[in-house]
């Protein structure tokens, strides 16, 4: 593969063998099959067909070549044998190891990593300039410390040095790509700072603004973009793929109580998420740490729904969103087998909200295998919708009403007339319980969100 180029999914099919080690210690949820799997359906985002498989059992990875001789002899000769375009390794492969793996194997086929591969992925489906950078920012920080396999054939030659030549004397092409890179890096780098300049700028009028902020946060694939759809009436980009979504977007939304809220789609989470995107995507995530409710869709279709989630709920704790309130939005209820539902009233929480929960929900010998998953969870915390065809959205919107209400802090205010402006953006942004009149100003008691608090302590008695 050229250097600092894309793999193009336009051209023509390619085929591909897929590469795993199985460790008695492995730290993912996912089984070895199930991660082989997944890595071929990200392959498909590619139109790379996944034509064979190849595990290796081992104790931990081989330092050197990933897998044993002898397997990598086999792996060459399976390639050979079905005509392989690409192997594909499940973990991110050290600059070494790839460089012997592709020594051993040929140059018949581009061995790449699951790292590699999400990359490419990230660069076909970027669309805004932001996004854009953020990959090639990536790309280019993944690349820099494999330059020395790309060039092992050059090492040694000492090229374009000496007297009145641009570059210093016996410098190696290698040691001119790695400072290249580096220009370019530290060149991409500040783009993005001054694109983050102006995300700061927005960020600070949405934060001022009393207006609550939701984020969507889930599994790729997840349903995040057709549910902003659902909820704002919008049409952003939707594909039933992985990644379709890259770019943050945000959306004005109104609640049952008609207050209005903004909502965020984000980028979606997989397992091994490579550490290079989410270091250049950092500014992206934002929203999803400045958020005062997440909503984390959640694919039942799935038959690995469980796993997908806890990758989710990891993630956000390792960028420290972790304590931040959140829904669990089960979604894609109308694709599973037992699609049998119920209303039952939750008074318990909020007598006005109904929470939509399978039928005959206090046995769980009735609950849908797939839903399961959601049985050791509060059930106030948890919303049964179909992004698609609309089920369940009237209540998930009256979970997330009742959600932010529990941030609200209750106060008692009177504000003078000549200070009625506040009286617009107390009805505006707060609940109002009561209010009275007398010849000063207007009484209220009110629960008002945390943001506007400071601003209305003046007026508190």
């Given amino acids: 593969m050229a250097r600092f180029s894309f793999y193009n999914p336009h051209e023509n099919s390619s085929r591909a063998l897929v590469v795993a080690v199985e460790t008695p210690s492995a730290a993912c949820d ?11 359906h990200l392959a498909e985002t590619l139109n790379i067909t996944t ?5 290796q059992k081992l104790v931990a990875p081989v330092h050197s070549t990933y897998i044993g001789s002898g397997k990598l002899l086999e792996l060459k000769h399976m390639a050979q044998s079905l ?9 991110e492969l050290s600059p070494s190891q790839q460089s012997n793996i592709c020594h051993a194997v040929g140059k018949s086929f581009q061995v790449i ?17 932001e996004g854009k950078l953020q990959v090639k920012l990536a790309h280019m920080q993944y690349m820099l410390p494999r330059l020395k396999g790309m060039w092992s054939h050059l090492l040694g030659e000492q090229t374009r040095g000496g007297i009145g030549s641009r570059f210093g004397q016996g410098e190696s092409q290698l040691e001119i790509d790695r400072r290249l890179s580096r220009e370019k890096i530290a060149h991409v780098k500040q783009q993005l700072a001054a694109l983050e300049i102006q995300r700061k700028v927005q960020r600070s009028i949405r934060s001022s603004s009393p207006l609550y902020k939701i984020a969507l946060v889930g599994y790729t694939n997840a349903g995040k973009s057709t549910l902003l759809n659902r909820i704002s009436h919008s049409s952003t980009y939707v594909k039933d793929e992985l990644f379709a979504t890259l770019d943050s977007t945000t959306r004005s939304i109104t609640l049952p109580d008609t207050r209005r ?4 789609d984000t980028v979606g989470f997989i397992q091994k998420l490579p550490t290079e995107l ?5 500014s992206t995530l934002l929203d999803v740490v400045s958020a005062d409710l997440l909503l984390c869709v959640v694919d039942v279709s799935s038959a690995h729904a469980e796993k997908e989630m806890n990758v989710v709920l990891s993630i956000l704790n390792d960028i420290g969103a972790g304590s931040i309130p959140y829904l669990i939005v089960a979604n894609k209820i109308d694709r599973i087998a037992s699609n ?8 318990e929480v909020s007598p006005c909200v109904e929470y939509l929960t399978p039928s005959n929900s206090s046995s769980a010998h009735t609950q849908p295998n797939e839903l399961a998953l959601f049985n050791s969870i509060d059930p106030t915390n948890v919303a049964y919708i179909s992004a698609e065809t609309g089920q369940g959205i009237e209540t998930l919107l009256q979970m997330i009403s009742h959600k932010l209400m529990s941030q609200e802090t209750y106060m008692v205010l009177h504000v003078a007339y000549k200070d009625s402006s506040f009286i617009s953006l107390i009805h505006t942004y707060g609940r109002v319980v009561h209010e009275t009149y007398d010849e000063q100003g207007t009484q209220l ?5 945390r943001k506007l608090v400071e601003r209305l302590k003046p007026f508190e008695l």
């Fill in 83 to 91: 005509m392989c375009d690409f192997i594909i390794f499940d973990d």
């Fill in 340 to 347: 049998s539902y119920a209303h039952a009233s939750e008074h």
């Fill in 278 to 282: 989410i270091d250049a995507f950092k």
């Fill in 261 to 264: 809220a903004v909502l965020s």
């Fill in 51 to 55: 034509v064979g498989k190849l595990v």
């Fill in 113 to 129: 990593d699951r790292c590699s591969l999400i990359l490419d992925i990230f660069a076909a489906h970027a669309t805004t300039k």
């Fill in 445 to 449: 008691c009110v629960y008002v969100p």
């Fill in 30 to 40: 996912f089984t070895t099959q199930e991660s082989l799997s997944e890595l071929s």
